[in-house]
């Protein structure tokens, strides 16, 4: 670990303390990995093979149910636990209470997926791990404006950003090496989320709040948790829509990619896990490949805005790609380009964020609305896709995937384009 990591550092309460121990970034990432691992297994695979079992015919309806439902419950997690966090006092630390119930809710969340034979069933479960997962996002997320300078940030930035992509594969790999065994294939990923949480949980310095230092606030103050006025905060609003529209795109390609292999190049509910791995392994190793490079480089010239305009546009152009594809072997090289523009996007995506929150007091709360902004979409989507999918649908083509990857590489090159007018960020 280098030094910088070592120095002496201002929190976003303003008071100075050492930095992180030696090893954080190891345990960071082993947390950040495993809750990214938590999330996308079961949106990538395990789910909807559950709902195939369960009901072969209503399958893509249970899986719009239940995400749809469970990304709701994240949505008002996020901005909730961010403002709470930003307010504990207990000699646990503020964020530490908050990686220790994500822990708790993975465990319940897999459980749930396993037994749970109805849509009811699977919601609970799902909404489960989505709220464990807000839960640990926003506590390590806080942390990185915690402890680290601006100007120090893009590694924890790149670990933050790739943590979905890398939790998708790490995951993915483990349930196809125990595929069939669903149980195994749950529980297993699930645990090891589990292990990175706690682990972070009991090795990183947390500095106590004391209660002079913590936040005023009165119930008035509530409806707060969930807004930022963008019209006095333009550079947050701008930065929250571009993120929502990115992650629109992002959303498209990750709920609905199991269906889209077995229903267009018709792989069996049997090789599905592996075709689901290896799509997402050739992802996030392009992912890997670049956003290391790209984390120190926007660190070094001090920009960010170059790199998320250049990583939503190949992130389009990935998408494009892999709607005209028309053989397994194209779409894992569309993977490879969507992995470029995510790596890009996610070496400096957090980093940009925390040059914009309005108020130092408010940290986590703020991160939470734009942790918001990346998991609405994961709502959206299963709300709209049946609609989507609809569009020019046929006897012979029952399910308009095309459309669907067209509508999310045109909302993130849209979001692209917002990041434009943001003036705090070069």
Known sequence: MSTSFRQE????????????????????????????????VPAVLTL??????LDPAGATTMVSIVTS???????????????????????????????????VLFTLGAIGLQLGTTTFALTVAASCTTVGASAATVAFTSVIPDQ??????????????????????????????????????????????????????????????????????????????FWVNPVRHPNFGFTWLSRLLIFFGVAAIQAYQAFY??????????????????????????????APLAGKISDRIGRRK????????????????????????LFLVAMGIIGLGQGVYFAVDIALITQVLPNPDDTAKDLGLMNLAGNLP?????????AILAIGASAAVPQNFPALFIAGAVAGLLGAVLILPIRKVR
Request: glycine residues 8%; aromatic residues 10%.
């Open 306 to 329: 170059p790199f998320v305009v250049t990583a939503a546009v190949i992130f389009g152009i990935g998408l494009l790609f892999a709607t005209f594809t028309s053989t397994y072997p």
């Open 261 to 290: 292999l077995m229903n267009v190049f018709h792989i069996s509910p049997a090789g599905i896990a592996n075709a689901v791995f290896l799509s997402t392994l050739v992802l996030t190793g392009a992912a890997l490949l670049f």
């Open 9 to 40: 550092s201002t929190s976003s309460a303003g008071a100075a303390f050492p930095a992180p121990r030696r090893g954080f970034l190891f345990f960071f990432a082993f947390a950040a990995v495993g809750a990214g691992m938590a999330v996308l």
């Open 48 to 53: 909807s093979v559950k709902a195939t079992l």
């Open 148 to 225: 680290l300078p601006p100007d120090r940030r893009g590694p924890a930035s790149a670990v933050v950003g790739l943590a979905l992509p890398v939790g998708a594969v790490v995951g993915l790999f483990i349930a196809q090496l125990v595929a069939p065994n669903l149980p195994a294939m749950i529980l297993l990923p699930a645990g090891l989320a589990v292990l990175g949480t706690l682990l972070l949980t009991f090795t990183m310095r947390d500095r106590r709040l004391s209660p002079e230092e913590r936040p005023a606030f009165a119930w008035r103050d509530l409806p707060r948790t």
């Open 378 to 386: 994961t709502s959206i989507v299963p709300a709209l896709a049946p």
């Open 69 to 103: 439902i469970s990304a709701l419950c994240s949505l008002v997690a996020f901005p909730v636990f961010g403002r709470l966090s930003d307010r504990t006092t207990g000699r646990f630390g503020r964020r530490r209470p908050f990686l220790l119930l994500g822990a």
